[in-house]
């Protein structure tokens, strides 16, 4: 008999989860509360309460970068996409696996314990509630697939005179769209994405936004050299191992100034007390237009409310009609015991950001409840290709006490990076996590091997980006198509852009000479670096 495993969550990482288990013979249900697929990203304009984004939303990852390894997103599709676009790929890959048969919808899981012979069979509780009432199922292992947007972190407590403040209030959480703001003078505090994005669409429609922030950002573009994805162009193996080997600083340094070169963060009261991956960055291509309109204006944090409006650290003081936080979110387990897994200010103690080392059974995951430096998808993806072979018992977690150790020493590393912040406690670095959790399963490619034995290919892996596919090429999973997928991924970012024909420049027999030049001191660079 097959195992059966629970899959809490029909977001993107429960999609995936539902696949990878079929592909290992397990038997997935998934238990989705809602009435449909997609999570955060399927846009409810009803559902207040709901975690969704707002109706304007384009991703911050291109589509090469953030799509399924064995499922390329079609070449018609924009590099950065609408909502609505994403959730059109998420139903095309739910429809081409069947992966709709094995959800329950409108299912709310309320508690998930270990049954009173779980010492001997791993068994788990798991208690649901839908329209005919409340049951329990029994489940051999459990995929928990609910992200890390649930519950917004509403910090009132930081802000005194509030109570009095007779405008409105609302959280990002709850921001749809901005006809209800047209003439408003509003506050925006936060400087994340969200507060980013939110500021822009007002500037737009209301009479003066406000953007407040504690500590600055930088802010990257979508696109990056020569029209690429931004992404797509730095996210690569080659930019990894030059970030990696060379001293942090200047790491920073050299990103810095590309960032100012675009425009000056200082100049804009953007620039932040912190170095350039301290911190999770915004990804904006109009907030310096914005800015530079008078349309959105800069802000220091907000040090109290007065009846009417607010009065900033510095000061200055700025009559509004309301507010909103875009102050990120808190996440949890609500169905779990503590004893389980306990999360205290968005710490939580995972192996690899996925296992709780507690547990004498390795039948529990968390899936996608990390905050990586690149896409998402791919790395709950990958995490649940690692958690349905060890569920089989193909492979086997470390002991619990070298998890520990594992957790403390990731702990620390990102307490020397970031600073302290609860959103820095789930930051990973894409590639570098990547390719740590494919050498568990024998799927990390070998770029050396690759470059001997064909160099056409160890080109792209090496040098372009890092796209999900170089994570079929090899062991558990291989897919025969992934080496075409690979060498034509540049005509896919290229294709959607060719909506008018237009004649191309033609290269100088110099430029010829020059490329050739630098792909003969990169291949000689990799062979001597890149080794693994």
């Known amino acids: 008999m097959t195992k059966r495993v629970c899959i809490i969550g029909a977001g993107f990482s429960g999609l995936t989860a539902i696949k990878c288990c079929l592909d290992e013979n397990l038997t997935p249900v998934c238990y989705e509360k809602g009435n449909d697929i997609g999570g955060l990203w399927n846009y409810q304009e009803s559902e207040k309460d709901a975690a969704c984004v707002y109706k304007s939303t384009i991703i911050n990852t291109s589509k090469e ?7 390329p997103i079609p070449k018609e599709f924009a590099n950065f996409m609408h909502n609505k676009k994403l959730m ?45 009432g409340e049951r329990t199922e029994i489940f051999d292992a459990l995929l928990v697939c609910t992200g890390h947007h649930a519950t917004p972190h509403y910090p009132l407590h930081e802000f005194p005179g509030f109570e009095k403040f007779g405008g409105f209030t609302v959280h990002s959480h709850s921001y749809r769209e901005p006809k209800n703001f047209e003439d408003k003078r509003v506050v925006v505090i936060g400087i994340g994405n969200s507060g980013g994005d939110i500021a822009v669409e007002l500037s737009k429609h209301a009479q003066q936004v406000f953007l407040s922030t504690r500590r600055g950002a930088w802010v990257l573009n979508r696109v990056g050299p020569k029209g690429v994805p931004l992404d797509y162009a730095f996210t690569s193996r080659f930019a990894t191992m030059l970030k990696d080997n060379l001293p942090f600083s200047w790491s920073n340094y050299f990103q810095e100034s590309i960032l100012n070169n675009r425009f000056d963060h200082a100049k804009y009261g953007l620039k932040p007390k912190h170095r350039f991956f301290s911190q999770h960055p915004m990804v904006n291509d109009s907030l310096p237009n914005s800015i530079l309109s008078g349309s959105v204006k ?41 004893s389980i897994i306990k999360v205290t200010r968005n710490h939580c103690k995972l192996y690899k950001h996925m296992w709780p080392p507690a547990l004498t059974k390795a039948n529990m995951a968390v899936i996608g409840g990390i905050q990586p430096f690149g896409a998402i998808n791919p790395i709950s993806e990958i995490q649940c290709r690692w958690a349905t072979k060890v ?29 302290s912040s609860q959103r820095h406690t789930i930051q990973v670095d894409y590639v570098n996590y990547m390719d740590t959790i494919a050498e568990k399963i024998g799927a990390k490619p070998n770029v050396i091997k690759l470059f001997l034995t064909d160099p056409k290919l160890a080109s792209m892996v090496a040098f372009a980006g890092c796209t999900p596919f170089q994570y079929r090429l090899t062991g558990p999973g291989a897919w025969q198509l992934a080496r075409e997928t690979i060498l034509s991924q540049r005509y ?41």
């Open 298 to 338: 800069m802000k220091c944090n907000v040090a109290e409310f007065t009846e009417n409006g607010v009065v900033f650290e510095d000061g200055s003081s700025e009559e509004v009609d309301g507010v909103i936080f875009a102050t990120g979110y808190t996440f949890g387990f609500p169905f779990f015991d503590e």
């Open 492 to 532: 896919r970012v290229d294709f959607p852009l060719s909506t008018r024909n237009m004649e191309p420049d033609k290269p100088s027999g110099w430029s010829w000479l020059l490329v050739s030049l630098v792909v003969v001191f990169l291949g000689w660079f990799v062979l001597h670096y890149l080794n693994g």
């Open 391 to 419: 569920f089989k018992g193909d492979l086997l977690l470390p002991s619990p006490s070298s998890m520990a150790e594992d957790i403390n020493q990731t702990t620390y590393e990102m307490n020397q990076q970031f600073y």
């Open 65 to 71: 970068m953030m799509a399924f390894s064995d499922f």
């Open 88 to 132: 059109e790929y998420a139903r095309l890959y739910a429809t081409e696996f069947n992966l709709l048969d094995h959800i329950q919808f409108g299912v709310e899981v309320l508690s998930c314990a270990l049954a009173s012979d779980h010492e001997m069979t791993g068994k788990w509780n798991v208690r649901v509630k839908s329209g005919e």
